[in-house]
C-alpha cells in the first residue's frame, strides 16, 4: 500500500513534469488549427490527476494485492530486461530480424517455453512484424547482417 502511494505519487510529478515540457513543444508542421500541444497536455493531465487520485485514497478503497513474486520470478524478470537491453545494444548491428529472434527465442526460453516452439514463433514474429512495419506501415527498420541478402 505504501510503495503503492509512494509510486503513484512519483508518477504524478513525472506527469506534471511532462505537462510542463509539452506546454513549450511547437510542432514545424501543424496538420490541426489548435495545433499538437493540447494532445499531450490532456493525456499528461489526466495521468497526473488518476495518479493523484490513487495516492491519496482512503485506506478504505484499497485491497492487498500479493502478486506471488518468488526468487525464480524475481531473476526471470531480471534476465527479461537484460534481453530487453541486448536486444536495444544489437539491433543496429544485426538488424530487425535477426535481434529480434534472438530476443524472442530468450523471453520464450525464460518463460519455460518449449525450445522448438519457441525458435518457430521468433521465427515467424520477427518476419511477420518484419512485413508489417516496412512494407505495410512504411516503417524504415534496419536489415544488418541481413542487408546484403534482402537489400
Given at each position: 500500500m505504501t510503495m503503492e502511494r509512494l509510486f503513484s505519487g512519483l508518477m504524478a510529478l513525472f506527469s506534471l513534469f511532462l505537462i510542463y515540457l509539452a506546454m513549450s513543444y511547437v510542432a514545424p508542421i501543424a496538420y490541426d488549427p489548435i495545433g499538437p500541444r493540447p494532445y499531450p497536455i490532456l493525456i499528461f493531465s489526466l495521468m497526473a490527476f488518476l495518479t493523484l487520485v490513487i495516492a491519496f485514497r482512503p485506506a478504505r478503497f484499497t485491497k492487498e494485492i500479493i502478486l506471488g513474486y518468488d526468487k525464480t520470478v524475481i531473476r526471470n524478470l531480471i534476465l527479461c530486461i537484460i534481453a530487453l537491453t541486448v536486444y536495444?545494444?544489437?539491433?543496429?548491428?544485426?538488424?530487425f530480424i535477426l535481434a529480434t529472434i534472438l530476443m524472442c527465442f530468450a523471453v520464450g526460453l525464460l518463460?519455460?517455453?518449449?525450445?522448438?516452439?519457441?525458435?518457430?514463433?521468433?521465427?515467424?514474429?520477427?518476419?511477420?512484424?518484419?512485413?508489417?512495419?516496412?512494407?505495410?506501415?512504411?516503417?524504415?527498420?534496419?536489415?544488418?547482417?541481413?542487408?546484403?541478402?534482402?537489400?
Open positions: 536495444s545494444l544489437i539491433f543496429e548491428v544485426l538488424g518463460f519455460a517455453g518449449n525450445p522448438i516452439k519457441s525458435l518457430i514463433f521468433s521465427i515467424v514474429i520477427s518476419i511477420a512484424l518484419y512485413v508489417l512495419f516496412d512494407m505495410v506501415l512504411d516503417v524504415v527498420l534496419p536489415l544488418g547482417l541481413l542487408s546484403g541478402i534482402m537489400g
